[in-house]
Nanobody, 114 residues
Framework: ARLVESGGGTVQSGGSLRLSCATSGFTFSIYHMSWHRQAPGKARELVAT????????YNVDSVKGRFIMSRDDAKDTVYLQMNDLKPEDAGVYYCKADWPSTYWGKGTQVTVSA
């Protein structure tokens, strides 16, 4: 299995980024997908999930209303649209696939300047 994140970069506070996670090597459509992030010196945290029925949930209160997670089963790709970015959103963003197996991507860096 392979998960490759892209779309990270440096953006000013208030800006937007769209992260993508392109996958291969497993049956993407049946997997629950999630985005996690890790800021320097902090533990990795779950940001958002989407299940095989495209139902989403957001685990971090501060991203609700600003981040939108989606998936395209035809492209085996999951996305995270991030709007109104804040410095506290900075970190490495990881894509994860769950059930029946677990796979992680290597991450993409997001930097938000004040």
């Amino acid at each position: 299995a392979r998960l490759v994140e892209s779309g990270g970069g440096t953006v000013q506070s208030g800006g937007s980024l769209r992260l993508s996670c392109a996958t291969s090597g497993f049956t993407f459509s049946i997997y629950h997908m999630s985005w996690h992030r890790q800021a320097p010196g902090k533990a990795r945290e779950l940001v958002a999930t989407i299940d095989s029925s495209k139902r989403t949930s957001y685990n971090v209160d501060s991203v609700k209303g600003r981040f939108i997670m989606s998936r395209d089963d035809a492209k085996d790709t999951v996305y995270l649209q991030m709007n109104d970015l804040k410095p506290e959103d900075a970190g490495v963003y990881y894509c994860k696939a769950d059930w029946p197996s677990t796979y992680w991507g290597k991450g993409t860096q997001v930097t938000v300047s004040a």
